[in-house]
């Protein structure tokens, strides 16, 4: 049985509740839940040690 898959625009006004999204998908519905501008936020919180700094930089390249 094939499934359609929805653009969020299509349906978000049949949920009123909480919609939990995985592997990327947040970022379709909201550029600020892109990798880059959650490094940044997190970086301005002071929330990443050296390590995890360095994992985010290898994966911008």
Do not use: H, P
Not at 1 to 11: F, G, H, N, S, V
Request: charged share 30%.
């Amino acid at each position: 049985m094939a499934q359609k898959l929805y653009d969020w625009r299509e349906i978000r006004d049949q949920f009123k509740d909480t919609l939990v999204l995985g592997n990327g998908a947040s970022i379709a519905v909201d550029q600020c839940f892109s990798y880059t501008s959650l490094y940044d936020e997190a970086s301005k919180m002071l929330l990443l040690n050296e390590q995890v700094q360095k994992l985010f930089k290898r994966g911008f390249k």
